[in-house]
DNA sequence: CTTGAAGCTGTAGCCGCTACAGCTCCCACC
DNA sequence: GGTGGGAGCTGTAGCGGCTACAGCTTCAAG
């Protein structure tokens, strides 16, 4: 039996169960716990923290809403709304069309960069010849 | 007259005149220099930095590369092959190709985000309802 | 009871800057 | 020739979001 619940009752996890349950780094479940964005978890007598389902469930929706690009700050604030229970629905909706459009922004500035390598590439044969088109272009 | 060259011979710069025209702030010219990409330039008796059109060309391609997404790791890659002169054009555009593959996988990750965000959005109306769909989401 | 895995704290490193503090230097003007 | 003030100097610390150690302690299976 190697978790420490015998698998009755409502089951705990160690750090390293609940790191390999949420998808998250041992390490980085740590950093969040110093960041305050996962709450301190009760101990062991000997010190180790000792989480429940509620602990997976609010890491799990932190590493969703990392994969979504949100910031630790983003993530912080929603949070908060869904903690205080008072948030408004609106708010939460806000912040994701407010991140839509980031994240729009960044693929427009991706799609530039791509653009102007993919014509540079082109003007390029990849030859043996010393002036490069490419190193040319870039300092230009 | 502020420049230090009287307008005679070549022309030679303060950092914060090749800051000026190159489009980099000076505190990152000092730290390109000490991480290599930059070379020390000569100094005057008083110990200040002393540039040329050569300074100024390279610190150009620096800040073009940086803004197509070239790490500074790859702009060093760059850098010496063109320092080298012994570079072979092919060499740049393959990086340059690898460069282009990043990028779009950068654009399709975005692209997968936004979806998802876009669909969690559509399914919030925003009111003041207590449970948000977007959060519900998240969590699960 | 022993042993080895798991966990603990605290610190330092990664990238690419940026921002200070607390100096020194340069040079235009009087 | 003096002086005032902007420009430059070094060195260090901070950002975000982790990751990787070193050097311990604790836990649980056999």
Do not use: W
Not at 11 to 20: C, D, K, Q, R, V
Not at 45 to 56: F, I, K, M, P
Not at 82 to 94: F, I, K, L, P, R
Not at 122 to 134: K, V
């Amino acid at each position: 039996m190697k978790h420490r619940d015998k698998e009755m009752g409502r089951s705990t996890l160690g750090i390293g169960a609940l790191s390999e349950r949420s998808g998250v780094n041992i390490e980085t479940i740590r950093y969040y716990e110093r960041i305050g964005i996962m709450p301190e978890p009760p101990r062991t007598a000997g010190g180790q923290r000792v989480y429940d389902a509620g602990h997976l469930g609010r890491l799990v929706f932190i590493r969703r809403s990392r994969e979504l690009g949100f910031s630790l700050d983003e993530i912080r604030t929603l949070l908060h709304l869904a903690d205080g229970g008072d948030y408004s629905c609106g708010q939460v909706h806000e912040m994701t069309l407010a991140h839509i459009a980031d994240i729009r922004r960044k693929i427009a500035d991706l799609r530039r960069m791509e653009r102007v390598l993919r014509e540079m590439a082109a003007n390029c044969a990849g030859g043996e010849m010393p002036e490069c088109p490419i190193l040319e272009a870039l300092s230009a």
